[in-house]
């Protein structure tokens, strides 16, 4: 597995989590002189999508994600969405975080499955980026913070070898392999089957540098041609006509991780029936997990930056339904598989024994070890934990 995928997976779901957001806050806006105090107006929506790109894109939280490491659990990601979502005064109970969340994953399990190459999964993070800079074109603070990033990921990535983005398109692939939620803009557009699963295209643009297939050639052992022979293919290809910019600003040419709510439609998500079969049988493993300590202070580093804002005075929180209705939420509510429901977790970086114990509910059923008196820093904390697994 590579150790240089969790930035690009991070930063292509925040930003489907972006996209998702701004559609549904957009529709439920009330124009600002007719809002009740309980409704949602443009300027709250701007609040909302300014708070969380903070939050995202804040220095130390994403020099903790640039650094070489394991991609992690579902589960402990989950947990730093459920965070990032709730980084403003919006609100989303639970029902609505997880249909979110199946929106998010599978729009960039889509996109990854369709790269052309392994490397143009960085040409996607570039537009999930484009369109986050285009949400806070009038706030040059929080623009700036985005740029850095970018940067970073030039930094990062634009040196590495078509093997090593090759290894991180299969950490990703692996990491989706068992996501299969049906949604509803991929079912009507046909990209997707009943099951879940996707319907990968046979015609299109072939990869930049490659060829349209068709022509074999045959060549001696001196590298001359000798032979040529032709074959019919059932796909119609074509040859791109430049490749995407890997700079700071440039064409992409590639249309994936580009915003598809920018047109309003619905977009509802169902369990297949496979995957509410699984999931009902996939309960966590409480056996003992050795990546289990390096998660707790993965997530102590992560989430120990990301503050939630709590509505301050007599200001009060909005709620963000993701359903066309409230009793669509609350019937999601009780019908979703215990399995695949979370809470938003808390932390309070300043409290050591708070934070230890939230950080063990994070991961499932681990039991708090009693503090030792003759411990010498947060890491050993955070690891005697799980002595007693």
Excluded at 45 to 60: E, S
Excluded at 250 to 264: A, E, F, I, P, Q
Excluded at 302 to 323: A, D, Q
Excluded at 341 to 362: D, F, H, W
């Amino acid at each position: 597995m590579s150790a240089r995928t969790l930035p690009l997976l991070f930063l292509n779901l925040g930003g489907e989590m972006l996209y998702i957001l701004d559609q549904r806050l957009r529709a439920q806006s009330i124009p600002g002189e007719k809002a009740r105090k309980d409704e949602w107006t443009d300027v709250d929506r701007k609040r909302v999508m300014n708070d969380i790109i903070t939050t995202m894109f804040n220095k130390k939280f994403m020099e903790e994600l640039f650094k070489p490491q394991e991609l992690y659990s579902k589960k402990a990601l989950r947990t730093v969405y459920d965070r990032l979502a709730h980084a403003s005064i919006m609100r989303l109970n639970q029902a609505s975080m997880d249909k979110l969340y199946d929106l998010m994953t599978m729009a960039f399990k889509y996109q990854v499955l369709l790269c052309p190459r392994p490397k143009d999964i960085l040409l996607v993070t570039f537009n999930h980026l484009d369109a986050i800079k285009d949400f806070v074109h009038d706030s040059p603070g929080i623009l700036n913070q985005v740029d850095e990033t970018f940067r970073q990921l030039i930094e990062t990535y634009s040196g590495l070898s078509a093997g090593e983005f090759q290894l991180i398109r299969q950490t990703l692939l692996v990491f989706f392999q068992d996501m299969h939620i049906r949604v509803s803009i991929f079912l009507k557009d046909k990209v997707q089957n009943s099951n879940g699963r996707f319907v990968l295209p046979i015609s299109g643009p072939v990869p930049w540098g490659t060829e349209v297939p068709g022509l074999i050639r045959m060549f001696n052992r001196n590298g001359d041609e000798v032979k040529r022979t032709e074959f019919t293919t059932d796909g119609n290809y074509v040859t791109p006509q430049r490749e995407g910019s890997f700079d700071l600003y440039g064409d992409r040419v590639l249309k994936l991780g580009t915003n598809m709510y920018s047109v309003s439609r619905p977009v509802e998500t169902h369990m297949s029936g496979s995957s509410k079969t699984s999931a009902s049988h996939a309960k966590e493993n409480i056996a003992p997990n050795p990546l289990a300590k390096e998660e707790l202070n993965f997530l102590a580093r992560l989430l120990g930056g990301l503050e939630v804002k709590k509505p301050g005075g007599s200001e009060t929180g909005f709620r963000l339904n993701l359903f066309t209705t409230d009793e669509e939420e609350e019937h999601a509510a009780l019908t979703r598989p215990e399995e695949l429901s979370y809470k938003v977790i808390n932390i309070e970086a300043t409290q050591e024994p708070g934070r230890r114990a939230e950080l063990s509910r994070i991961l499932g059923e681990l039991e708090v070890a009693e503090p030792r008196p003759a411990s010498s820093g947060k890491g050993e904390d955070l690891l005697a934990l799980m002595d007693g697994l």
